[in-house]
């Protein structure tokens, strides 16, 4: 999210660090890598951004840079033990900056509209490419029948479907002015989450170089992630219906 043309807060990069550990928002289900890793990377670049006087739409077109980067790996590079390595850490680091523009914002004084478009924009391009260039590795490198080519179509609408889902959701939703409950939330929650994450799959891609292993292993998280989708569709069915009462 890109910030207003705001002055930068007093102090240097620990004073920065330490307003944005202040002021970080709850981590209530969201999952272990997103909360545990990516967001506190995420705080660290944001403060040094704000040292150097960066500004949020510049962090995330490098967000956007690296992410891109990764997915062309990914998509034209033979698979090698190498080039895993390669597009799991250009992803991942495409991941973190995408949490530091909007802490970036919030040091700087607020986000605008159109910093939240962009981000916004740039991530829907991110969840509905980074199938197609599994699909496009395949079909350019293996594996060698034809039936494997299914796997990343079908996570392609499971990652695009869930994408809108998470987005439109908060839009449907009423309004409130009570103060959020505390929820206990159960310890294992965030680790079951894990498959979901973003941050975790840009891992998995490691094993891109070992043939069968990676193509298991992503198509394990695609049923992960099909079946969390059809708990979310409906779990999400069964609020808006109790949100339009009696019909």
């Known amino acids: ?9 007093p102090g240097g990069f620990r004073t920065h660090l330490e307003a944005l550990g202040r002021a970080q928002k709850p981590s209530l289900n969201t999952a272990a890598y ?15 951004a704000h040292t150097l006087g960066l500004r949020p739409n510049q962090v995330t077109a490098l967000s956007a840079t690296l992410s891109a980067a990764g997915l062309l790996v990914l998509a034209l590079v033979e698979p090698r033990w190498w080039t895993g390595i390669v ?17 970036l914002a919030r040091l700087r004084g607020g986000g605008t509209r159109s910093g939240e478009w962009l981000d ?12 197609l260039a599994v699909l496009v590795s395949w079909h350019r490198f293996g594996p060698a ?33 009570v103060s959020p409950v505390a929820v206990q939330e159960n310890p294992l929650r965030k ?57």
């Open 1 to 9: 999210m890109a910030a207003t043309g705001a002055q930068r807060a």
């Open 145 to 177: 029948t034809d039936g494997w080519l299914l796997v990343p179509l079908g996570f392609e609408v499971v990652a695009v479907v869930t994408y809108f889902g998470l987005i439109l959701m908060p839009t449907l939703r009423p309004s409130s002015t």
């Open 87 to 103: 597009v799991a850490v250009l992803l991942a680091a495409g991941y973190v900056l995408d949490s530091s523009d909007g802490q």
């Open 120 to 131: 916004h924009t740039i991530d829907c391009f991110k969840t509905a490419s980074l199938h």
């Open 191 to 247: 680790w079951a989450l894990l498959p979901m994450d973003y941050g975790a799959q840009c891992w998995m891609f490691v094993l891109l170089g070992f043939g069968a292993v990676f193509q298991w292993t992503y198509a394990l998280v695609f049923v992960c992630n099909a079946a969390a989708l059809v708990v979310a569709l409906r779990k999400w069915w069964r609020e808006l219906r109790a949100l339009d009462g009696p019909s």
């Open 34 to 48: 997103s909360r545990l890793v990516n967001r506190p990377a995420g705080r660290v670049v944001a403060a040094a």
